[in-house]
């Protein structure tokens, strides 16, 4: 590289001091943390292209003969602006996720007009940066303003996503994060990162477009809206709900022994309680003495794609007993009793029956439609949309409210006294 050893011994302080707090960071980090976790990485991600394209402008002026071709120019340019946004996009996402900032969409109004706008004075400053030539003060100002500019796109774009899109956000910020690395990558002339780079970011992005499809949603209108900023429809009626049914252990304990088909759908509740293992010993108490237990996952259930997968693989559950939405939704209505453990905008009928609500459109787990529904959460409160559960004031659905760990446990307790355990 023909660096200085000063420069190496620079490098390596950085190198081992990130690499320390990175790896102190994922060990003390819960598992119900790790979309904070994922999105926080993301912005450090960010933050990297952005500097390092900005560094490299300037260092090209600063040494003779090392001017950057048109290619190297634009690369740079995408690395600054896909890096902005990334960074506090990212950061955005943190803070919805921690509960630092409200999980409802921002609605700014004619945002996406802003948005225009913002994107407009960057292709603007991305062509004075392009046509600066050999002046690098005007290059570098031309360059830091695009970054400045994308990062408030950035953070209004994300700002104004609604709760119930943010897995997808996680994974398309992964796929910005991607594309960030691989502008740097052809910037600094390094296939390793141009792979790498191409490698994420196309993962992220077939990824944001599976769970779209899943929720029947488009990309676009997850990138500009999300749920939770579409208009109320006209005429449509509010919604009237009678008093929920409060049932107790013994109750949902013998109906879960006397059912023949058990379906079990965890929600982020569940990741928050821990309650996984303990969720995982009662259905597996279940299948022993004859009963047929299914788990159901909603493609979107928790914070992050795949949370509650490998929440019930380390707790042991069977692969073969875990079902997606849609192959649980066909057979729902042979199900005797289907426990809801933390879940809530992803069984919400209004999905389905609610035109004006804020999740409309979204397919869900039509836990509604089996003979016995069991809620088992904190309380009667909604979910991380905002939308109120009709289900919840059904006639075949019962609440069992409490935490879902001390909930669990009891409920797990119960059916071994049954069983004479």
């Not at 950085?14 to 980090?29: D, F, V």
């Not at 996680?170 to 990162?193: H, K, P, R, V, W």
């Not at 237990?293 to 007993?321: C, T, W």
């Not at 109120?388 to 446990?409: C, H, R, S």
């Amino acid at each position: 590289m023909g660096a200085t050893p000063a420069v190496y011994a620079q490098a390596a302080v950085l190198l081992g001091s990130g690499a320390a707090a990175g790896g102190t960071l994922a060990s003390r980090i819960q598992i119900t943390d790790l979309p904070q976790m994922v999105a926080g990485f993301h912005s450090l991600v960010g933050l990297a292209a952005t500097v390092t394209a900005i560094a490299t402008v300037i260092e090209a002026g600063e040494i003779a003969g090392h001017d950057l071709d048109t290619v190297h120019q634009v690369t740079a340019l995408l690395g600054a602006f896909i890096g902005a946004v990334t960074l506090t996009g990212s950061a955005v996402a943190f803070g919805k996720l921690q509960g630092i900032l409200s999980s409802k969409p921002l609605n700014i109004p004619n945002k996406n007009l802003l948005n225009l706008g913002m994107l407009a004075a960057c292709l603007v400053a991305g062509g004075a940066f392009i046509s600066s030539g050999d002046d690098i003060g005007s290059a570098t100002a031309s360059l830091s303003t695009v970054a400045l500019i994308a990062g408030v796109l950035g953070a209004n774009l994300t700002a104004s996503i609604g709760g119930a899109d943010m897995p997808v956000v996680i994974t398309l910020l992964n796929s910005y994060s991607g594309y960030a690395l691989c502008a740097e990558g052809f910037m600094l002339g390094n296939d390793e990162l141009t792979v790498v780079g191409a490698l994420i970011g196309s993962s992220g992005a077939i990824l944001s477009y599976i769970m779209c499809k899943a929720m029947n949603r488009s990309l676009p209108n997850v990138i500009f809206g999300g749920y939770g900023t579409a208009a109320p429809v006209a005429g449509a009626a509010p919604v009237e709900h009678a008093e929920h049914t409060v049932t107790d252990v013994e109750s949902v304990a013998n109906a879960m022994l006397g059912a023949k088909k058990v379906v079990i759908v965890p929600g982020y509740g569940l990741a928050v309680a821990n309650a996984q293992h303990v969720v995982a010993e009662l259905a597996k108490m279940l299948v022993d003495n004859g009963v047929d237990v299914k788990f159901a996952i909603h493609p979107v259930a928790g914070r992050m794609p795949g949370q509650l997968n490998v929440l019930l693989a380390e707790a042991g559950v069977s692969y073969d007993i875990v079902e997606e939405m849609d192959e649980a939704n066909p057979h729902i209505k042979d199900v005797d009793v289907c426990v809801v453990i933390g879940a809530n905008d992803t069984v919400n009928s209004a999905a389905v029956d609610d035109p004006a609500s804020v999740i409309a459109g979204m397919p869900v787990i039509e836990v509604w439609k089996s003979k016995k529904v069991v809620f088992m959460k904190r309380s009667m409160a909604t979910g991380y949309a905002g939308a109120d559960n009709p289900v919840f004031y059904k006639e075949n659905t019962d609440m069992l409210l409490g935490d879902a760990k001390v909930m669990g446990t009891k409920l797990r307790d119960a059916v071994a006294q049954l069983l004479g355990k």
